[in-house]
């Protein structure tokens, strides 16, 4: 057993205070937040920024609880009475269950959420998944239970927090031996005793970094396993014009949370039988890769993927059919886009540019969807309180004529 000092170490004493600041300050947002009407500007921010926080909290806890049971706290001072050493030992232990709790409760209702269904960006950078196999506590009952524990354990959090602070401050300024500047950084917590340096920071960061890994890690790894597969159009048609992917770009664009957004697939197959004078045969059809679709955040990248809008796994390709064109003028004309995307099936205007320049066409075209019909969306924001209903698609396709 390590030897017991009579301060706690530096490390301790961080995460002490570090995790105390962070867990009021949670509070204090979390009700802020949750108080915000929808589509209030920066709630998206402040909802993500949140999750951040406290899953930051859980696992600096995991750091925290390794860190201790390497390195015992000092014992309590010989003036407390076996009463207070148990009720200290008590609201020691519900700080514990509080530290894992709270993050816990909050990370499963953002899981099992259907009014917040959207997925976890840690620090807009770091995809985190929901908690794994809770599928079945998808409902308006259970997601309310965990949203209640979850909320109800601030108040839990404040009573122990009183009582803590009470016998901190007692035995500080009533007893022989003051706790409070035990806990204190070495300026304003000096003891007659130096405090020994602690051992096993690796071992307890590297506890915490080990659980991160595995739980941000598994997605990502399992993801490389499933194999996306490739966009392939099959065309009842032969096409006579072949697509130059490399310079040609299907690109989205839309409005969230007041902010313009933009995004692009990678992965698309086009075929395309296009004739100016034989526009009522011209047609072309587009099979995209749902699942290749990057935009401007990491966090409407995973959105996009997710069960409520495109629903990658379910869905792995989204359907174009371009019909019914005619000319407008010179180079213009206008067509209709009949988009197949989660079995959903919807008809806009499709208008484009053409030039053809010996054996090379350059077409820049345009049409705009409404994410209501096509159920895009819809269980977290039906209203279009944070992303509007107008999606703009732009399509840049360069061709060249097959002989
Ligand atoms: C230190 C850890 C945490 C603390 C102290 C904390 C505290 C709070 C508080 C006080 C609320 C307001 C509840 C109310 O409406 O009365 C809240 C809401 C919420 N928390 Fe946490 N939280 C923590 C961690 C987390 C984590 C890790 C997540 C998810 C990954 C999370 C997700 C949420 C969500 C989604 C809400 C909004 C509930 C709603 O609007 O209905 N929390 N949190």
Known sequence: MAARSERYTTVAITLHWVIAAAI???????????????????????????KSIGITVLLLTVARIAWRVMNPPPTLPEDMTGLEKTASHFVHLGFYGIMIALPLTGWLYSSVSIKLDVPTVLYGM????????????KTETASGIVNFIHSKLAWVTFGLLALHVAGALKHEFSAEEGVLKRMLPGLFGKTEKPKAPGRGALTAFGAALGVFALIAGTPVIVGAFSGAGKASTQANFTPNWAVDYGASSITFSGIHDGNAFTGSFSDWDAAIDFNPDALERSRAKITVNTGSATASQKLYTDSLKSPEWFNTGAFPTADVEISEISSVDNNGYTATANLTLKGIS??????????????????????VFQRQPLDLGQASDPGADWVDEDIAVDVIVKASRIK
């Open 126 to 137: 770091i995809s985190w998944p929901d908690v794994p196999f809770v599928e079945g506590l």
């Open 24 to 50: 009021i300050g949670m509070i204090f947002g979390g009700w802020y937040m949750s108080d915000l009407s929808d589509g209030a500007p920066g709630q998206y921010f402040l909802y993500q920024t949140h």
């Open 346 to 367: 919807v008809s806009t205007v499709f208008q484009f540019n053409l030039t053809i320049e010996g054996d090379t066409a350059t077409m820049t075209g345009q049409t």
